[in-house]
């Protein structure tokens, strides 16, 4: 979508600290980390949110997933992390690019909500 943050991301028109890239799905840190270790992982087919997401997309979903904690695991998260998928207006998702979040490095504070 010519008018999305990622996808420009994806694009290359705007740049990212990119950590992982294939056909599918793009890595890249956080621009304004909440931990010592904050990246994203996206898929680089356009989804406004999770409720755009169907049967066809588990494969993708799940390598989302996957791809996450592999990346966590070369970054040394060997102590845990945690995965957010924020969603929609009440579940504070800002950018309209379907993303899952990866935070670790240190204790994170709980709760969730
Ligand atoms: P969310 O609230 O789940 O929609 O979070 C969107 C995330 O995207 C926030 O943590 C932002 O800091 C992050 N973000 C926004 N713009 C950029 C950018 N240009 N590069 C990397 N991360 C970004």
Same mark, same amino acid.
């Given at each position: ?19 992982? *890239?294939?056909? *599918?799905?793009? #890595?890249?840190?956080?621009? =304004? /980390?909440? #931990? /010592? ?13 999770? %409720? *755009?997401?169907? #049967? ?11 791809? %996450? =904690?592999?990346? =966590? #695991?070369? *970054? ?36 969730? %909500?």
């Amino acid at each position: 979508m010519s008018d999305c943050l990622f996808c420009k991301i994806i694009n290359g028109d705007i740049p990212a600290d990119t950590i992982y *890239e294939d056909d *599918e799905v793009l #890595a890249f840190r956080d621009i =304004a /980390p909440q #931990a /010592p270790t904050h990246f994203l992982v996206i898929p680089k087919k356009h989804y406004n949110d999770l %409720g *755009e997401i169907d #049967a066809d997309d588990d494969r993708l979903i799940g390598k989302i997933v996957r791809t %996450g =904690a592999e990346l =966590a #695991a070369k *970054e040394g998260l060997d102590n845990g992390y945690r995965v957010i998928f924020n969603n929609g207006p009440d579940g504070c998702q800002i950018v309209f690019h379907v993303h899952m979040h990866i935070l670790g490095g240190r204790k994170l504070r709980g709760p969730l %909500g």
